[in-house]
C-alpha cells in the first residue's frame, strides 16, 4: 500500500490535487480542473490513480464528481501524505 501511495504521489498534478484535497473539504473534477489547468479526462484519470491507491474517495453529485481525501486512512498513511505535502492534512468524515 505505501508504494502504492508513494507512485501514485509522484506524479506532480496528482499531488497537487492532494494538496487541494488536503484542506478536509469535498472538490469537484470541474475545480480541480480549473485549479490545475489539466484537462477534464486527465483529471478524471489522475484522480483514479488516487482513488485506487486509496488516498482519496469519491461521490457522485449528479453529473458531477466530488472527491476528498480517505478518511479511513491508516495513521502510516497519513504521515505519508503529510510529508509529501509538507503540511498537515484534514481527513473529515462526510455527513450523509
Same mark, same amino acid.
Given at each position: 500500500?505505501?508504494?502504492?501511495?508513494l507512485s501514485?504521489?509522484?506524479? +506532480?498534478?496528482r499531488l497537487e490535487a492532494m494538496r487541494l484535497l488536503a484542506d478536509g473539504s469535498e472538490h469537484?473534477?470541474?475545480?480541480?480542473?480549473?485549479r490545475l489547468g489539466a484537462t477534464q479526462s486527465r483529471m478524471s484519470r489522475h484522480m483514479q490513480v488516487l482513488r485506487q491507491a486509496?488516498?482519496?474517495? !469519491?461521490?457522485r453529485d449528479a453529473q458531477w464528481v466530488r472527491y476528498?481525501?480517505? +478518511? !479511513?486512512?491508516? +495513521? +502510516?498513511?497519513?504521515?505519508?501524505?503529510?510529508?509529501a505535502?509538507?503540511?498537515r492534512i484534514m481527513v473529515t468524515e462526510q455527513a450523509a
Open positions: 500500500m505505501i508504494v502504492t501511495a501514485a504521489l509522484a506524479e +506532480p498534478t469537484c473534477v470541474c475545480e480541480l480542473v480549473r486509496g488516498l482519496v474517495v !469519491d461521490r476528498r481525501i480517505n +478518511p !479511513d486512512l491508516s +495513521p +502510516p498513511l497519513i504521515r505519508l501524505v503529510e510529508a505535502l509538507e503540511r
